[in-house]
């Protein structure tokens, strides 16, 4: 499973709709830009240093992984992104790079941004947006 920044977040909540799909799954993976995101928000917020020891500890156990790009995904990233603005939607730069992470590594993604149903023709059922 994939996850987006929101569900790391929902994850580190209790959420009981993702505490069940973490549960599920063999393993984790983060898309490089989530772990960028993630950073900022702790940068940006009143517990710096915890938040960022908590994500250092998640990403230490041996079923969490972080996806990196190759110069492959930067074809997957403008093909989506072409995808994307010719149905009228413009995503951030982070969330298609997040798609195009997760349609390199074939795996779910799973999120609770809407933005993302425009790639659910494309991903279908590896693609899981909660609401």
Sequence with gaps: ????TNTYTALKQDDP????????????????????ELQYGFMNGARTTLNRTRLADFLAQEFVQVLLPTLSTCDTYAELR?????????????????A?????????LVTYDRDFLVFQELFGDKLKVLS
Aim: charged letters at 25%; aromatic letters at 4%; a negative charge.
């Design 1 to 4: 499973m994939i996850i987006d």
């Design 100 to 108: 195009a992470l997760a349609r390199e590594d074939g795996d779910a």
């Design 17 to 36: 709709t993702v505490l069940d799909l973490v549960e599920e799954s063999e393993h984790i993976s983060l898309p490089l830009p989530v772990v960028a």
């Design 82 to 98: 072409l995808y994307a603005q010719q149905r009228g939607r413009a995503l951030s730069n982070n969330d298609i790079w997040i």
